[in-house]
Nanobody, 116 residues
Framework: VQLVESGGGLVQPGGSLRLSCAAS????????LSWYRQAPGKEREFVAT????????NYADSVKGRFTISRDNAKSTGYLQMNSLKPEDTAVYYC??????????WGQGTQVTVSS
């Protein structure tokens, strides 16, 4: 079982990044996909979630209207499109796949730095 994030990097305020989360070793389509982030000195916080096909996405208020979560079950990959980035979006971003207790997987994280 593996989740691998990619796409992080350094971007200027107002810029965009698209994060990817590649899954393997389990039935990705059955799992709820979520993104979380953790800034230095802070607790990990929820960013966005998208259920299996048929459900609607939900977002933290801090990213609503700027970030878009999506998934391609055929590719076992999730995405987080981040637009209008702000310095306060700087964090390590993690994806999580959740089915039920005991069936939750995390990626290793990808660093996003928003700075001029």
């Amino acid at each position: 079982v593996q989740l691998v994030e990619s796409g992080g990097g350094l971007v200027q305020p107002g810029g965009s990044l698209r994060l990817s989360c590649a899954a393997s070793g389990f039935t990705f389509s059955a799992y709820v996909l979520s993104w979380y982030r953790q800034a230095p000195g802070k607790e990990r916080e929820f960013v966005a979630t998208i259920p299996s096909p048929g459900g609607s996405a939900n977002y933290a208020d801090s990213v609503k209207g700027r970030f878009t979560i999506s998934r391609d079950n055929a590719k076992s990959t999730g995405y987080l499109q981040m637009n209008s980035l702000k310095p306060e979006d700087t964090a390590v971003y993690y994806c999580r796949a959740y089915l039920r207790p005991g069936y939750a997987y995390w990626g290793q994280g990808t660093q996003v730095t928003v700075s001029s």
